[in-house]
């Protein structure tokens, strides 16, 4: 589908390039017809209804519509790298960060970025240790029984919605 957005951008696009061309030629030769009585006024008139009308229209809906389906694709590739992310996590309960990212082809940050998203959004329970590297899929609710930290057994705090740190180890619990 976005790559369709994309084509029907570029097809409205060059229909507005060539019936401004066929518009331009049209009027041009009405200009330099010997028989015709067509003047450059109102060549340059009918140019100006024509591309106001019909050309800039369908050159501008289509640079629109072009874009929209280019931002629909990043999207969706970042969802994609997304739902990978959460498959890989889910099979292995356990992994480390820097297997997360030669497996999705991105780095650290973007890992961080995906997993601190999925929070948000509360597609993902666990916690991840970002000294060792490790991030740990756990069930919610196991989770919330738990007031040590998994880790080194210290106390948790609050760090925001959906993420308890371990105050002396730094491991970060995400709750859905």
């Known amino acids: 589908m976005v790559a369709s957005t994309r084509i029907i951008g570029l097809v409205l696009m060059a229909a507005g390039a060539a019936i401004g061309l066929v518009a331009v030629a049209w009027l ?56 990978k992310l959460l498959g890989i996590i889910e099979a292995a309960g356990e992994i480390t960060i820097a297997d997360l990212a030669l497996q999705l082809q991105g780095t650290r940050d973007s890992v961080r970025d995906d997993l601190y998203d999925l929070v948000s959004k509360g597609l993902f329970a666990g916690y991840v240790d970002w000294d060792r590297g490790v991030l740990y899929a756990r069930q919610a609710s196991q989770m919330r029984q738990n007031e040590t930290c998994p880790n080194c057994g210290g106390a948790l705090s609050l760090a925001g919605k959906g993420l308890i740190r371990c105050q002396y180890c730094g491991a970060e619990i995400f709750l859905p």
């Open 28 to 83: 041009l030769s009405g200009v330099y017809d010997p028989d015709g009585d067509l003047e450059w006024s109102g060549a340059i008139l009918g140019l100006a209804v024509i591309f106001a009308v019909v050309v800039f229209p369908l050159a501008g809906g289509g640079l629109v519509v072009y874009r929209r389906g280019s931002a629909e694709a990043t999207l969706f590739e970042r969802a994609g790298a997304q739902r």
